[in-house]
């Protein structure tokens, strides 16, 4: 039953990326909106996108709710997405079953199953749902499903240190917040935290106050300056922008970038507290065939004598091809030149590995 409600799930969850973090989305086919959580946007208006049925791409985000910790992101468009249902908050009891779906810690489409700890815990005011299924770093903004299929909440936050002390929104309130919305689909939007009432462009005071009671706030608007990183990641920045690269697709996190050549996919990672840039670059993974995986290896240290800066490697199944740059020595110009280096060799070892040895396609989640 578990298995078949994770299935059901996997081609609505998205993956949200940001330039400080990463998390979760899942998109509800009524309201034509991926939902999410506020902290996971993180103020930006735009953010990254990809799902089972599409590719990594920039989604606006429309609607933003601080107090319910919620945000509304724009689905791609010309993307056939299954449905998925909303569930009844007033129905759950303590113990009922349920499954958390997200990508926690970059595992992607991860679903970790229990139980309703209390169905109506309070915190802030609100009610949330409290779980003993794992909510994690990159869970943020997943579904909480029960066993029926259903939504009955939004995986918002958990205790730190705690042990699986995890907090899911309501679905009740979610549902208020999309029915609120729903007028003003496509219109950048955000909802007071102190009185809840809706603020749009036509009705905010002075564009920074609630017209209704004078809080401030602030309507996801696109900004007029790029907001652009600064030291070693802005030069990471500059080269690939250099190699046509699209930055803002590029974004994976924190100092974590992700770029394709052709059919070989390239992580590229600043560690700032071990100071040093790496760039991987995953191609096939290894034969069937067991009689072509000695004269492989063999081909692979021979070329690791040849190769300029660069190294082949196995990491378990996967054929890895990498490079590593200090932060210190690091520069456009040199790094322009590693990287077109480490992006066309991806591209030549993937086709070359496949059809001399035997090599797979990856698989990819």
């Not at 303590?94 to 700890?117: C, K, L, M, R, W």
């Not at 009740?172 to 999309?178: F, P, S, T």
């Not at 790029?226 to 990471?236: L, M």
């Amino acid at each position: 039953m578990v298995q078949d409600i994770i299935g059901q799930f996997h081609p609505a969850i998205i993956q949200i990326a940001t330039q400080t973090g990463t998390g979760t989305g899942f998109y509800v086919k009524e309201y034509d909106v991926i939902v999410t959580n506020d902290h996971v946007v993180q103020d930006n208006a735009e953010v990254t996108i990809a799902g089972k049925s599409f590719d990594k791409t920039l989604a606006r985000v429309w609607y933003t709710d601080r107090k319910h910790d919620l945000a509304f992101l724009q689905s791609p468009a010309n993307v056939e997405i299954p449905a998925i249902r909303l569930g009844t908050y007033e129905a759950l009891k303590d113990g009922d079953e349920v499954v958390a779906i997200g990508h926690p810690y970059g595992f992607n489409y991860s679903a970790t199953q229990g139980v309703i700890s209390k169905v109506d815990r309070i915190r802030d005011g609100l009610k949330f749902i409290q779980i003993d299924a794992a909510i994690n770093p990159g869970n943020s903004g997943g579904p909480l499903v029960n066993t029926s299929g259903e939504v009955i909440g939004v995986n918002s936050f958990k205790i730190q240190g705690g042990d699986n002390l995890g907090f899911a929104l309501p679905v009740n309130y979610l549902r208020q917040a999309l029915q609120l919305y729903a007028p003003h689909r496509g219109i950048s939007s955000t909802r007071c935290h102190s009185c809840d009432y809706l603020v749009l462009p036509e009705n905010i005071d002075s564009e920074k106050y609630c017209p209704a009671c004078g809080t401030e706030v602030k309507l996801p608007k696109m900004p007029e300056q790029e907001v652009v990183p600064t030291g070693v990641a802005k030069t990471i920045e500059d080269i690939l922008k250099e190699l046509g690269k699209d930055i803002k697709l590029a974004r994976d996190g924190v100092n974590r970038w992700e770029v394709r050549e052709g059919s070989a996919k390239i992580k590229i990672t600043y560690n700032a507290e071990n100071f040093f840039v790496v760039g991987d670059a995953y191609l096939c993974q290894l034969p069937q065939d067991a009689l072509k995986i000695k004269p492989l290896y063999q081909f692979l240290l021979q070329e690791n004598y040849r190769t300029n800066n660069l190294v082949l490697s196995c990491q378990n199944q996967n054929i890895v091809l990498s490079c590593i740059m200090y932060d210190l020595d690091i520069t456009k110009e040199g790094g322009v030149k590693v990287f077109d280096n480490l992006f066309k060799k991806a591209d030549f070892y993937d086709d070359l590995l496949k059809n001399e040895y035997g090599c797979l396609d990856r698989i990819e989640e």
